[in-house]
């Protein structure tokens, strides 16, 4: 019968000593320094049926398993429906200009593509900010940050923008700011 690895469940509030280093104290003993192992992070892909340049113009509302004690449903949506809406907008806009562009890509050698570069920018960008909002408003307390990140896709060499949810150590409550 084959060999069968078991993988334990990695839960982000694992403890994993790093180092040892001496403290002033009455016994001068060496204490360990410990810190928590952090979690795999969560990737959202692309579900919609357009892309352009990478990014995709919608993502997956469905909520992922391993945030079920980290963030409600509702804010979860809250956020995925913000970028959504941004993509909604953006998306089918840079399609139609890279369609132009590659109409009039031979009169003009190549620059009617500009603006489709420059649209996709600042779609991007206005996605990033928005994501930087949610951060600062509600994840970073939560010890999550959401961020949008080039990755290549399973089945092939293309690559897309995906949002990644990274688990964070949690704030540390003794230490002042």
């Excluded at 410990?34 to 049926?49: K, M, T």
């Excluded at 939560?142 to 080039?150: A, C, I, M, S, V």
């Amino acid at each position: 019968m084959d060999e069968v690895d078991i993988i334990p469940e990695q839960n982000p509030t694992d403890i994993v000593r790093i180092s040892q280093y001496p403290i002033n104290d009455d016994s001068n003993d060496l204490l360990p320094t410990y810190s928590p192992r952090l979690a795999e992070p969560i990737i959202i892909r692309g579900a919609g049926h357009v892309t352009v340049f990478a990014l995709n113009n919608k993502f997956d509302e469905e909520y992922p398993q391993a945030l079920t004690h980290k963030v409600s449903r509702d804010e979860y949506q809250e956020t995925i429906k913000r970028v959504n809406l941004i993509l909604k907008k953006n998306v089918p806009i840079n399609f139609k200009w890279l369609l132009c562009g590659c109409i009039c890509c031979c009169c003009t050698i190549g620059l009617s593509l500009c603006p489709v570069l420059c649209l996709n920018k600042r779609s991007k960008t206005a996605v990033s900010k928005v994501l930087d909002w949610e951060n600062a408003r509600l994840y970073h307390k939560l010890g999550l940050h959401w961020r949008l990140t080039k990755q290549k896709c399973p089945n092939n060499a293309v690559q897309e923008y995906v949002l990644m949810i990274e688990f964070r150590p949690p704030l540390s409550l003794s230490h002042p700011d």
